[in-house]
């Protein structure tokens, strides 16, 4: 039996269509060791009654009864290791309207930095991202999340650019 086949997987979301096409999805893949559930309540409680954390997780952002955000705050309590895929259309930046719409790269770019805990963004959209006015909110969301919230500058900032004093 090979390790993906054997590898523990939870799926989480209320759109049971979704379930279905994301379990026919991995057992395409080779996986056969996956638990799907349509609240957060019984992913929790099954997790709890295993005493086993799934290796991956898969993640609705919006849920009734407990969100993904709910969800993920009660993973980390956990201290949950191991990998988690988004698979809302959805995400928390673009639900508390701090990115427009046309925005959502930018909005996904900011979450894969924090998810990954990378210290330092550097970025060139000064519209989206490493705006004075947008920032703030940035780090709002980030913080109420409990997630560390990541250097966001230009390059020229990070060094230290000044053209004015420069001889």
């Not at 407990?66 to 949950?80: K, P, S």
């Not at 990115?99 to 930095?113: F, N, S």
């Not at 060139?124 to 909110?137: D, E, F, K, S, V």
Request: hydrophobic share 45%.
């Amino acid at each position: 039996m090979t390790a993906k086949m054997t590898t523990p997987i939870l799926v989480l979301d209320d759109d049971c269509f979704m379930l279905r096409l994301l379990e026919e999805l991995l057992s395409g893949l080779g996986y056969a060791n996956i638990a799907c559930y349509t609240n957060g309540h019984e992913a929790l409680y099954a997790m709890q009654a295993d005493d086993t954390m799934p290796h991956i997780i898969l993640l609705d952002i919006n849920m009734p009864c407990m969100d993904g955000i709910e969800f993920v705050r009660h993973l980390t309590a956990r201290n949950y290791q191991g990998s988690l895929i988004l698979v809302s259309g959805e995400d928390e930046i673009m639900l508390r309207a701090i990115l427009p719409p046309k925005a959502r790269t930018d909005a996904l770019h900011i979450a894969a930095v924090a998810h990954h805990r990378v210290q330092y963004l550097l970025t060139w959209n000064c519209r989206h991202i490493a705006n004075g006015r947008i920032l703030p909110r940035i780090h709002g969301v980030l913080g109420d999340l409990g997630i560390p919230v990541p250097i966001i500058c230009t390059p020229e900032e990070m060094v230290n650019y000044d053209p004015e004093t420069i001889d």
